[in-house]
């Protein structure tokens, strides 16, 4: 299972406690050293269900620099994969990679979920 975080997130943090409490094995990875890539962002998406907006960090500050909430409404999934893979700090986070499944964010009680059927 991977564990993509920015370590510097209280969100991130409080659910690299959670997953050690639960004594759930994960390898670390650090979102802007290792940004995820357009392949993989990809292939993230069609495996989560999820709307590609849920991939965006959209209470970061560079979400907002760059004015994304508007932006969004007129770009191709494509385009926005694209725009996701050019820096991790617009990634919405932690994200958990494990066999087919995708979590973004950390929803305590959608983890609890996942892991119990595991």
Known sequence: ????EYPKC?????AKRW??????????????EKNPTYNELKKWYKESGLPIKS?????GMLYR??????KLETMSDDEKLKLLASNGM????????????VLIGFKQKEWENYFKEK
């Open 1 to 4: 299972m991977q564990f993509i």
């Open 19 to 32: 997953l050690d409490s639960c004594e759930l094995s994960y390898d670390d990875r650090h979102i802007v």
């Open 65 to 70: 620099e760059l004015g994304l909430k508007e």
């Open 10 to 14: 209280s969100t991130c943090q409080k």
């Open 90 to 101: 617009l990634v919405k986070r932690p994200v958990i990679i494990d066999d087919n499944k």
């Open 55 to 59: 991939f965006f960090n959209t209470s």
